[in-house]
């Protein structure tokens, strides 16, 4: 009975949850997102304090899993607003080619998406976050380098520290190659965190990295010219959804406020505090905010944070929003496991009474294990919005294979001769299955279920990419910002529960095994 | 309180293989039929057609007369006792309930009908019924099979090699006690089994079979003076000087 209480409570948080988003149309806050890195984190919350400034009542879902869940979200309605860039709309939304001229491609963009989406771009913040090739300006004093073309002259005797991925894709060193005959003398794949080291340490000479990377500033470095344009202008502006533009004019009013008002020094700055110096976000933004006079100083006080240094005081200091984190996790994980156990239980059963439909189906369950959980979650946003329903809903699907195969193997294969005797003295297929087989599978069932277990705990990290919160909140925003304290303390508690979880269900298998399986 | 059991042209192809070749065969009531052969001659294919664990392509099974084919498969199996090789108990039920299985599948399971059941196959209902069926001995097993056989008040026995896996001792102490239990409960029986001196022991007749065909079929002094065929001849010499 207590056991049924429970999960009523966390059926009606979940519930609550879901509902508050729904109430009073009027009334419904202006829902700010951002996409899961730094610069997007700060753009957005300098949005929403924007709002805030002028009485519009602001709910915040920084984080939201890349460009196709935040686009996703957007046209749907389930977000109003976020920070994205002119470059990723031209290339990734609309997949048309690359144009060099940045203001061709602010007004392809906007007209394109109002016309197909009724989304609309605000007039660009005032900077563009592009790729950016980097040197020291020692090297650059060395070969006398202030552009691309400078550096492809000298570039066989250079060595590059690259991201895999802008060695891989075709707008990356494929067009320098290309476009600028660029011929390194050795390329080294590094990855984001380590290459501003390398060039620091002088292991190579030129990095990649975007323009407006807090790190340029830092370690004072110098951004090549890209002066054949070759890659694709990334301006930055606020993308605004069908309803907040049409409802909304005092929203829009606000937020247009910043067009035209942050250039890439300014933001580089910004950046720099966020991610180098590990400065609140929230307090950044509204620095900024009070020195482009959007802000008076003596505005919303923002929650003061202590610096310190350890993990356990970094704990300690946000324990209330963590355990709400925990919770919601165990939520998620609660609701999607037990539908996905029932489901995945009742379909092995009836399997093994029609056998021949078995594999097929079970194999069609098993592809859906191999959907990427962006790609689910992105594909469901149209369908569920955003927040906790397409996070459960993906949670649920993810959890049903190893549930079903378990079970389907597990009744199909217990103990033959038991199975043949109950059948040859008059037991009804039915009756083997409910008295014989089921019984008798219950261990390789709890295989199932408790694999499918650690899996959903570990994949509901994930949720916080489609809004739905949970422990994955502080590991993305962690991993966006490089702090590692915000990435364990999502991820200890989730890897604690994983085990805990698991540590129960063994005490449940040990209880419903048959007892002539424990005596061996 | 027995059944007569007829084998009337049964035949029966597992695929390019004849199981069962025009097989015909009566069993009086009370009788033990043994049926004897190798493997792949058809005897437990033979045994199976009985209780329509194996339905034949033709020919019929009838007891008493009337044909099991007209009978919901379900009820001739729950009316006919089954005792396979490895006992078969379901090993997450105690032995008393085991051995109500019938009973409590045609919803009338009394203690005093599974204690007698158990008694005639040897056993203390006061000191098994509680156990579970790993506790015990391979031969305690088989009693258990055959009291879980009897226990819904059947008339016929099938008895899949019952003994074979059993040590020579148990399976002497068991072959008495099948005896014992004819005795007492006269129900008719088949008795699959390779070993034609298992059969000697405790069949009134034996059933010779050789790919799906009868080769013989008469009680045992027969078998041993008048061998219908070769085959049966070398399979009762084969039998002596073992």
Aim: charged share 20%; hydrophobic share 45%; net charge neutral.
């Amino acid at each position: 009975m207590r056991r049924v209480l429970f999960i009523a409570l966390l059926l009606g948080f979940g519930a609550s949850s879901l509902g508050a988003q729904d109430s009073r149309q009027d009334r419904r806050p202006v829902i700010v997102a951002s996409k899961p890195f730094g610069e997007s984190f700060l753009l957005a919350e300098m949005f929403a304090q924007v709002l805030e400034q002028r009485g519009v009542r602001v709910e915040r879902r920084p984080g939201l899993g890349a460009t196709e869940v935040a686009f996703a979200a957007l046209r749907s309605g389930g977000i109003d607003v976020y920070p994205e860039y002119t470059g990723t709309g031209l290339l990734a939304i609309l997949h048309e080619d690359v144009i060099p001229d940045a203001p061709a491609v602010f007004e392809k963009v906007s007209r394109e998406f109002i016309e197909r989406y009724g989304v609309h771009w605000l007039a660009p913040l005032g900077f563009e976050n592009t790729y950016a090739i980097a040197v020291t300006k020692k090297t650059a004093a060395k070969y006398s380098l202030r552009t691309l073309g400078d550096l492809a002259s000298v570039s066989f005797s250079l060595t590059a520290g690259l991201t895999p991925d802008f060695i891989g894709r075709p707008d990356g060193l494929p067009a320098l190659q290309e476009k600028y005959t660029m011929r390194f003398a050795g390329v080294k794949p590094l990855s984001q965190a380590l290459k501003y080291q390398a060039l620091a340490q002088e292991s190579v000479d030129v990095i990649d990295g975007y323009s407006t990377d807090g790190l340029i500033k830092r370690y004072d470095l110098l951004v090549l010219e890209d002066d054949r344009k070759v890659f694709p202008p990334y301006q930055a502006a606020a993308l605004i959804g069908a309803r907040l533009w049409k409802t909304r004019p005092d929203a829009i009013a606000a937020l247009s406020q910043l067009s035209g008002r942050l250039d890439v020094t300014a933001m580089r700055a910004l950046n720099a505090r966020v991610e180098v110096d590990r400065e609140p976000i929230a307090r950044v933004a509204r620095d900024e905010l009070i020195a482009l006079g959007l802000a008076g100083s003596s505005g919303r006080e923002t929650r003061a944070r202590s610096t310190g240094e350890g993990f356990a005081s970094y704990m300690n200091e946000h324990r209330s929003e963590l355990f709400a984190q925990f919770l919601r996790h165990v939520m998620l994980v609660l609701i999607a496991l037990s539908a996905g156990i029932a489901v995945a239980i009742l379909l092995g059963l009836l399997l093994e009474r029609s056998r021949r439909s078995a594999e097929p189906v079970i194999r069609g369950v098993g592809v859906l294990q191999t959907i990427p959980s962006i790609a689910l979650l992105a594909f469901m946003i149209p369908l569920l919005g955003i927040g906790v329903w397409p996070a459960l809903v993906a949670l649920w699907l993810y959890s049903l294979y190893p549930i079903l195969r378990a079970t389907y193997t597990g009744v199909r294969d217990a103990d033959p001769a038991a199975v043949h005797a109950a059948h040859a003295l008059g037991m009804t297929g039915n009756q083997l299955l409910r008295y014989v087989r089921l019984p008798l599978a219950t261990p390789v069932i709890m295989s199932g279920i408790r694999t499918a277990t650690v899996i959903t705990i570990g994949t509901a990290t994930l949720a916080a990419f489609v809004g739905a919160g949970g422990l994955g909140e502080p590991i993305a925003t962690g991993l966006a910002l490089a702090d590692n304290r915000m990435i364990l303390s999502g991820a200890l508690p989730a890897a604690a529960l994983a085990l805990v979880a698991d540590g129960l269900l063994a005490l449940v298998e040990r209880a419903v095994t048959p007892v002539h399986i424990k005596s061996r | 309180m027995s059944v007569r059991v007829t084998v009337d042209r049964v035949s029966k192809r597992h695929g390019d293989v004849d199981a069962l070749r025009d097989v015909t065969l009566e069993i009086s009531a009370g009788e033990c039929l043994a049926l004897v052969g190798e493997s792949g001659s058809g005897k437990t294919t033979l045994l199976r057609c009985i209780n329509r664990l194996v339905e034949p392509d033709s020919g019929s099974v009838l007891l008493d007369g009337e044909a099991v084919s007209a009978k919901d498969p379900v009820m001739v199996r729950r009316s006919i006792g089954y005792v396979p090789q490895e006992g078969g108990l379901l090993p997450h039920w105690r032995v008393g309930r085991n051995v109500a299985l019938v009973p409590w599948l045609n919803g009338k399971s009394e203690e005093a009908t599974v204690s007698r059941a158990m008694h005639l196959a040897g056993l203390d209902y006061a000191a098994y019924a509680n156990r579970w069926p790993h506790e015990l001995s391979g031969g305690q097993r088989q009693r258990v099979a055959i009291a879980r056989a009897l226990a819904g008040g059947q008339s016929l026995l099938l008895l899949d090699e019952p003994f074979g896996a059993l040590d020579a001792i148990t399976r002497s102490e068991l072959h008495d006690a099948f005896r014992g239990l004819r005795r007492e409960a006269g129900f008719t029986s088949v008795l699959v089994t390779h070993d034609l001196r298992e059969a000697v022991l405790l069949a009134d007749r034996i059933a010779v079979l050789r790919a799906g065909v009868i080769e013989h079929i008469g009680a045992a002094a027969e078998l041993k003076t008048n061998p219908r065929t070769d085959y049966v001849r070398r399979l009762v010499e084969r039998a002596e000087v073992a």
